[in-house]
């Protein structure tokens, strides 16, 4: 919704929630998608938030809390008892209701798993088994498997029978008689296929499937790179375990997005944007900042072993923002690239040698670009050529220690197991601020009696 | 695939091209898909790569070419004549062949134009006249458009007949006898209902469509939010024009991503990962250089003001780094929230006082914290309480004004539609600095008679 639609719209939902007209509320909202539902809850103050959810039917009520944020959501819930929960949670996919049953308190979510019915309850169970950011965690048990000598007719026969409980169908799964996943095949190619055809006839045998274990990330790479609508997982048997759908796709990239902007810029990726507590916020900014304080604080250190030269020529300190500035930008530059080319798998370990060279060779040219810009400032603008000339050099080798630090750094994180993204942030500037400012005060000390 | 297979791939291949064993390689690359060839290829040296790509079919060359990036694919096709280019752009999808074409120089281009099949030519034409970034530069003109009053069977009559043009079919568009856009039918309902029920009976009105000049952002936006397979695209008058295709989605997302990414390291979007030129790459990086070192110039300015104090009490010189450095982390984190809720909806306009008073609360906090840390530090480790105070006070004021800056300058960015995403970049990181050290030095000469 445009913001002044929205506008109008809150409008006018405010005034019937003012009014208490629940059954108008939960006729208008029945035409409404779930997501803008979810979205003018946002938008309203907590009990009139409360008053439109309350009017929703259960239907419309379990799809709009999906889409609420967590925080939001979870103000939302407070009250509702085991009973109300669980009837939300009942009209839910499966993977839907193991993420919304994990985020409660485990009291609850013991209490919630006793009353719907047991064969959902089961599935919930098992999903809630897997870890949270792995193909397991993120799959749904609702898909349509069909024996591979089963025919087309008997496939869109199955395909009739889940219909109401499966939303989304794009592709069969087509198995053996040990579940063991053997193809799929598209709805397009089950249309035009003689009603009386196998389906180990048509199936497309190049499936390419998951195990319950891989990464989450991995998963939206392979469905990035091959163009997958869904991703099929299996067991260490290759047994057809679950499915991972579009949907779940799409808000895996999105997270690890947002993970990658989180760590580059130094914040958690709990944060969210519409966050009610500060005190959270706090906790969540807190620890980046001290590590970045305490890391300043050696910086500091450093400058104090050469406070006699800073002393004796005071104009040194002028461009110490300079230095530490240009040095974190030229780093982050080089990381930012290299992170992106793992993320893509673009760049791998056999580069790591090929890469540091061409930062370097970089380096090397752009530094030599803005050391003479820096020396024309100086010698010109501020008539001291022979600072010119020091600082001219302190922020060449800067700029280039700095970008094959930030080129390397991230492979080498990578070859540890750790997230690279984390290098572009807090990380590299005060490796290259600390850096940074033992080169410009050696190089200091050695123009020191030509100053 | 993984770093391991690929390598023992990679070298069997070589083995092949070295051997001249072109039908030998052709077959191979027939089981193989597209974006694994491309990813060899990429990692092969140029002349392997050549003969590689040549001995594939056209077919397989054509959808292998679209996979691979920029400057390698450039670099491929540097030597084909139009009529080898124009029969691999005869394999392509509509929008595939005029992003490929697009690409060429504009001589090449008309060239091949020229040569391809009159209808294909005419439609890649028709697709090059909308931007590039929009609704219209990313939609394909394949698609299955059936008469309201047709029945289910003449439509899956209609799939039948465009199945070996179109790859994808999902949704079958229902229009009126205007073209005019009225609905979707999914395969699955297409499959389910009575052959003889006419389309308008068991289509979809919700229908989400957009106009051929929406940003694709918006495109992605919306296909997120309601999770959409693929988005129609009409004119003016509702008549459908095209679609955005699943695949094509994502890639706008990874690009805004990528993008966001790009802006906050002070990259350019356009530089990839294995970019051969490091001029180019030197061009791309410099301008943020220039711009980082400008704005460091004025800092240093700044400190040329307060000499006299700096002069006086050195050590008020060891704690600019940290003063610099934590103003441009705290500004950082606040922005970066700031951008992530903008770009997902979660934050607007009406937004900006609240978020203004809430960055100011998370900083009180979190600069008190910092300081009280920092005191300590001074005052016991290096037994300096008076500098102590000094520095925790400017400290904390820095921390302060920076997230405010830092939480506000995004949404003021976002009213002039300027891309949020660079305000975590380059430029907040250098307008902190300044005004960090300006409130560093005001506070010092306050100071300055008691130290």
């Not at 923002?321 to 992106?340: D, E, K, L």
Request: hydrophobic share 50%; glycine share 6%.
């Amino acid at each position: 919704m445009e913001d002044l639609d929205r506008q109008e719209i809150l409008d006018d939902v405010n005034f019937l929630i003012e009014a208490k007209q629940a059954p108008k509320l939960r006729a208008i909202m029945l035409d409404a998608h779930p997501a803008d539902i979810a979205e003018l809850c946002t938008h309203m103050p907590g009990e009139h938030r409360r008053y439109l959810f309350d009017s929703l039917d259960t239907h419309t009520a379990a799809a709009v809390i999906l889409e609420i944020d967590g925080s939001t959501r979870h103000e939302l819930i407070r009250d509702y008892d085991a009973r109300r929960l669980s009837s939300l949670v009942e009209e839910m996919k499966s993977d839907d209701a193991a993420d919304f049953v994990s985020e409660l308190p485990p009291e609850l979510a013991a209490k919630i798993l006793k009353q719907i019915e047991p064969e959902e309850s089961a599935e919930v169970r098992q999903l809630l088994a897997h870890e949270e950011d792995t193909a397991g965690g993120i799959m749904a048990l609702e898909l349509v498997a069909v024996a591979q000598e089963r025919t087309v007719e008997e496939a869109i026969n199955e395909i009739r029978k889940k219909a109401d409980e499966i939303e989304t169908i794009n592709h069969v799964y087509v198995v053996d008689h040990d579940q063991r996943l053997l193809g799929t095949v598209h709805l397009k190619h089950l249309i035009l296929a003689n009603p009386y055809t196998p389906l180990h006839e048509i199936m497309n045998r190049d499936v390419i499937a998951v195990q319950a274990g891989t990464d989450q990330e991995e998963v939206a790479k392979l469905a990035r790179k091959y163009d997958l609508l869904s991703v099929p997982v299996v067991d260490a048997q290759g047994r057809l375990a679950g499915r991972i759908t579009y949907d779940d796709i799409v808000d895996v990239m999105q997270e690890e997005a947002a993970e990658d902007l989180a760590r580059v810029a130094g914040v958690d990726e709990d944060e969210e944007p519409r966050e009610a507590s500060i005190f959270r916020i706090c906790r969540l900014r807190l620890p980046w900042l001290i590590v970045g304080l305490l890391g300043e604080i050696v910086a500091a250190t450093v400058l104090t072993k050469f406070s006699h030269a800073l002393d004796k020529v005071i104009s040194l300190v002028f461009f110490i923002p300079i230095i530490t500035a240009m040095g974190g930008n030229a780093g982050i530059q080089a990381s930012a690239i290299v992170v992106r080319g793992l993320a893509t798998g673009e760049i791998d370990f056999s580069d790591t040698l090929r890469r540091l060279g061409k930062e370097f060779r970089i380096a090397v040219l752009n530094g030599l670009l803005c050391g003479l810009l820096i020396f024309l400032v100086i010698a010109f603008g501020w008539k001291s050529p022979s600072i010119g000339v020091l600082i001219a050099t302190s922020l060449m080798i800067v700029i280039m220690s700095a970008s094959v630090v930030g080129g390397t750094v991230p492979l080498a994180l990578k070859r540890f197991n750790v997230d690279p993204a984390i290098a572009i942030g807090p990380f590299i500037t005060i490796s290259n601020d600390i850096l940074g400012l033992l080169i410009y005060m050696w190089i200091a000390m050695l123009f020191l009696e030509y100053l």
